[in-house]
């Protein structure tokens, strides 16, 4: 019995002596995921998240689910390399749905295609529960201009474009924009045999920022075969100051456009540009409101090898004059909430 008594004082003293240090370390071993306040919210007003590789580069990201007195939303916190996490891109903006009925949320690769899904069970008084998802999108290029020595690099690891004479001002998202003359300046490559630049019989998504310095007309981005088969985004300095996408055929036999409605010139400001592809059906939008529909846009628009540009047409001809930020191109066609969101990402515009 003294010898059972005895181990059990020699095991009590071994525990009081090494439990601090083990609390201790376990304390300093404590990172800071999120900083709420400094992401601009109330950790109070997340209602749920989820631990999860996101983006699928491996790491796992935070997904959550924020009910605002303003707004409701789902958004990621993608995981940093300095082992923190980044400040929220809104993935859902609940229009027409408060995500407060949102009871559970999930992210699953359902389709096995490396791009996670969001699965949510609504639960709305009256109207029945719904189990729904929200895909999540392919970003294929994504132009920055953050990196002011390599202006024309994409982000994503697909294709870099040279530089040629622009250069870089204050951004609609995050610091930095790239900066056209309108005179010489553009960013352009050569003999580009990327699908997701052929602009064929694929659905896509095109998103920019832009800020124009005149009322000249302009070329915001060009992929071209030759002057007879093209696809471009331009400002039409001669009807209005508005967007035109154009695209011309195979030798140039059939054209059609995407004509908007607003007026972009020097005393206008930032605004948010996309143009989608599904099937036949294109669709231009300005500031988050769709402003043209072509149904069926049925030009045979393959482009073997083209040379793609921002801030110029192909020949070295109708240079843009202002900004363009914050470049994304999708291998999916957006929905309008979908747009919306990409248009939020920025401050300086008023997204309708």
């Not at 008594?5 to 304390?27: D, R």
């Not at 491996?58 to 980044?86: C, P």
């Amino acid at each position: 019995m003294k010898s059972m008594k005895l181990k059990i004082l020699m095991l009590t003293a071994i525990i009081a002596a090494f439990a601090p240090t083990y609390l201790a370390n376990a304390q300093s071993s404590e990172k800071l995921a999120v900083d709420c306040s400094a992401a601009g919210f109330n950790c109070g007003e997340i209602r749920q998240f989820v631990v999860a590789d996101w983006d699928g580069d491996g790491i796992d990201d935070i997904v959550a689910r924020i009910d605002h007195t303003s707004s409701d939303q789902i958004v990621v916190f993608e995981a940093a390399s300095t082992g923190n996490y980044n400040a929220p891109t809104i993935v859902v903006d609940c229009e027409g749905l408060s995500c407060s009925n949102l009871k559970q949320i999930d992210v699953v690769d359902i389709d096995n295609d490396g791009r996670p899904e969001i699965f949510a069970r609504e639960d709305v008084s009256g109207h029945g529960d719904k189990i729904f998802y929200y895909v999540t999108p392919n970003l294929i290029a994504h132009y920055t201009f953050e990196d002011t020595l390599n202006l024309g690099n994409d982000s994503a690891g697909n294709h870099n474009f040279a530089t040629n004479g622009a250069g870089s001002t204050s951004g609609a998202v995050g610091n930095n924009a790239v900066d056209f003359d309108g005179t010489n300046d553009d960013l352009s490559d050569s003999y580009m045999t990327d699908s997701f630049y052929q602009f064929s019989d694929s659905d896509f998504t095109v998103s920019m920022f832009i800020n124009a310095d005149s009322s000249d007309t302009g070329f915001l981005f060009q992929s071209a075969e030759d002057s007879t088969d093209y696809f471009a985004i331009w400002i039409d300095g001669d009807n209005g100051d508005v967007v035109k996408v154009h695209m011309r055929d195979e030798g140039g036999s059939a054209s059609q456009n995407l004509v908007g409605t607003t007026a972009i010139n020097g005393s206008s400001g930032w605004h948010h540009i996309a143009v989608t592809r599904t099937g036949n059906d294109w669709e231009l939008f300005v500031d988050g409101t769709s402003e043209d529909t072509e149904s069926p846009f049925d030009a045979d628009t393959t482009l073997t090898t083209s040379t793609a540009r921002f801030g110029s047409s192909n020949g070295n001809a109708h240079y843009f004059d202002g900004a363009i930020d914050e470049v994304k191109i999708f291998d999916e066609a957006m929905i309008e909430a979908q747009i919306d969101v990409l248009c939020k990402e920025s401050t300086s515009v008023t997204c309708n």
